[in-house]
């Protein structure tokens, strides 16, 4: 596998279930990201790990948890979600300093 | 703040006619621009970019200079085909973690 990969590619759940997303990226990359991309609105940075550490968290509801165990792996936990969370959750990993993010397929999920 | 401004689509071409696709950003330092692109189904990919004033990025027949006296990083292609239908979002960086994106520009290249 090359680049960033995301799992499952497709998601649904009701607003009890707890799922948790995936990505893993293989660019030897040392910052991660979170996004989420709704119809009509810019890209809503959610959150930031460098060097698995986060750095930047814009705000986001609790029901969404993130989890960076390593460089290469990033978790995004959700629990209790609304409707309105629908939308692609997109990862993304860039080298620091080097100003091009590169992003995984996405994550297409809808809440019931 | 620090916002990018993209022109409102979608933008309906003929194949081989001439495409822009206008943005403009507002920025307090020395911005990194970019185009990405994104096909139906598929992640963000980056397109081109430019990292400082009067660079011009280019790629599969794409080009956008960067202006920094009309802080803007417009987008062109001199013949678009049909597989260039697809949104396209201008993006910059200001370094560290920081990128700020544009709404998007949905592009259909009719044959």
Redesign the interface.
Known sequence: ETG?T?TPRHLVMGMTNKKSLKCEQHLGHN?M?WYKQSA????E?MF?Y?LEER??NNSVPSRFSPECPNSSHLFLHLHTLQPEDSALY?C?SSQ??S????????TRLLVL | GDS?TQMEGPVTLSEEAFLTINCTYTATGYP?L?W?VQYP??????LL?A?KADDKGSNKGFEATYRKETTSFHLEKGSVQVSDSAVY?CAL?L???K??????TRLKVLA
């Open positions: 960033v995301q910052a990201y009509k609105k810019p890209l940075l930031v460098s750095v930047e997109l993304a620091e300093g100003g091009t993010q590169y992003f995984g397929p996405g | 990018v990194s970019f990405y189904g598929e992640g963000l990919q980056l970019k990292t979002f960086s370094g560290g973690y990128y700020i994106f544009g709404t998007g």
